[in-house]
């Protein structure tokens, strides 16, 4: 007894002096009570200086392009060697893109999602739906620039080539960083540490670009940095109001980039609020100025309604602007699914994303909608899980539970998950059974982070053990 609480002491003792405050043992489930505060924007030489992005590496960047079906073979339409970040693989991808040596074998292999369908911000009152579905598409992928590599090659999951072109005629891009960063939310994860809840994040290592969703504004058609400026500070403080996005704000890094160059963006006369950019161009933007991005978010200087999600996030920037982008961002990130009616009678079958094309409860859901679900979802006789949000519409000012479990499975898979202890044997306090209990479910390579982001106290660390333990 007397010697446990000696050692305890000392623990807490020693986690005291490493600006770790332990207020209250007793797991409490807050909501978050305000917005958190906003970091500040650095220059990217102070981002890079202060770690909150990666240092950058010689890459490849290969520009390619699909036809509607994309069974026929594809295009490349550019190859450039540039300082940069590789691509992150899509979590649900449908192709890979290699890198081949001069024998044919398989360096390195990314696998990428391509966009099926085009969608835009939810209809004004008493507009009309028309959907648009385009000829082809463009896909800019980031490789690492590998010596033994000779050949480009693109190729389904099944093993169907899709075109292979030799590594020759790649432009040398000279190294840019012509971006500004805002490092994720340390007010947040203090905010966290200090309510007595325990932040847990992958031990080790990892490259921040590993911890971190990436999130890339660029601007179309303004003719100020100002106001661009302005405009990127509003749509990532809005980005946080909402849920999973709040509670994992300091996981969100945003990167902004003041661009003068042409973005193809226009408005589609056919469908005069969709906004449609050359993605290839967005995207080739995004790497020449050297920024880090695992999604690119355009905000176009026009103050009619518009917006769209393709492989980038398109938004006006006019009042609702933020909240546009926060919907197409769900698409983008999350790949949720429109619950407002676009299609009359959809096919029946398991659930799509956040809709469900049967009535009743749904399994899946439970917990998270109740059984007597709302008619229409994209489609008219599909069901969704809440009668609003924003997947519905933009004054419902989030998301549902269940996007948000879909769009919290997106975030953990950029940017790693993170553990918040709970109350596992539900004695009502959090202590060393709840902390055993976790070890045996996701073992030893979990850390308590620091404010500073890095590992504070390694889950087996014999302190943490003492200071579970107690009296
Ligand atoms: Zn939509």
Redesign the pocket.
């Given at each position: 007894m007397g010697l446990s609480l000696v050692v305890a002491a000392t623990a807490l003792l020693a986690m005291l002096a490493w600006g770790y405050r332990v207020t209250d043992r007793r797991i409490r489930s807050r909501p978050l009570e305000e917005a958190p505060a906003a970091e500040s924007w650095l220059t990217a030489d102070e981002a890079l200086q202060a770690e909150k992005v990666d240092t950058p590496q010689g890459v490849i960047e290969a520009t390619l392009v699909y036809g509607p079906k994309h069974q026929d073979p594809w295009r490349l339409a550019g190859l450039r060697r540039l300082q940069g970040y590789p691509t992150f693989p899509a979590k649900d991808g449908s192709h890979l893109v290699l890198l081949l040596d001069a024998s044919g074998a398989k360096l390195y292999g990314l696998k990428v999602g391509i966009v099926e369908a085009i969608?835009?911000?939810?209809p004004l009152e008493g507009e009309t739906i028309v959907p648009y579905n385009p000829s082809e598409g463009r896909l800019v992928v980031v490789l690492p620039d590998l010596t033994q590599a000779t050949e480009v090659a693109v190729e389904t999951m099944s093993g169907e080539s899709r075109g292979r072109w030799p590594l020759e005629k790649v432009a040398v891009v000279e190294p840019a960083k012509d971006f500004e960063t805002k490092g994720a939310n340390q007010v947040r994860l203090e905010q966290l540490l200090r309510s007595g809840e325990v932040v847990l994040a992958p031990a080790g290592a990892l490259p921040v670009a590993e911890q971190t969703v990436d999130l890339t504004f660029i601007g179309a058609g303004y003719d100020t940095d100002q106001q661009f400026q302005s405009d990127s500070q509003r749509f990532s403080n809005e980005l946080v109001k909402y849920e999973p996005f709040a509670s994992r704000s300091y996981q969100l890094v945003f990167h902004r980039i003041n661009n003068q160059i042409d973005l193809g963006c226009q408005y589609l006369p056919a469908n005069p609020r969709l906004i449609l950019c050359d993605e290839a161009k967005v995207w080739q933007a995004v790497n020449s100025a050297g920024a880090p991005a695992d999604v690119v978010v355009v905000i176009v200087n026009n103050p009619n309604y518009g917006g769209s999600?393709t492989s980038v996030v398109t938004a006006y920037n006019g009042q609702q602007g933020p909240a546009v982008f926060v919907?197409?961002l769900?698409?983008v990130l999350g790949h949720l699914v429109?619950e407002y009616v676009i299609f009359g009678q959809g096919p029946l079958g398991g659930i799509q994303r956040n809709c469900s094309p049967q009535p009743g409860p749904v399994a899946a859901w439970e917990g998270l909608a109740g059984s007597d679900l709302p008619q229409g979802c994209l489609y008219q006789n599909w069901y969704r899980s809440t009668a609003s949000s924003i997947?519905r519409e933009l004054k419902a000012v989030y998301f549902n539970p269940v996007s948000q479990r879909i769009l919290e499975g997106e975030i953990n898979y950029y940017a790693r998950p993170a553990i918040t202890m709970v109350d596992l044997d539900h004695d009502g306090d959090m202590d060393f059974i709840d902390w055993r209990l976790m070890l045996n479910h996701f073992g030893t390579e979990y850390c308590l982070m620091s404010v500073a982001g890095g590992c504070l106290v390694d889950l087996n660390d014999w302190r943490l053990m003492w200071w579970f333990w107690g009296e």
């Open positions: 969608l835009d911000p939810p999600a919907h197409e769900g698409h429109d997947m």
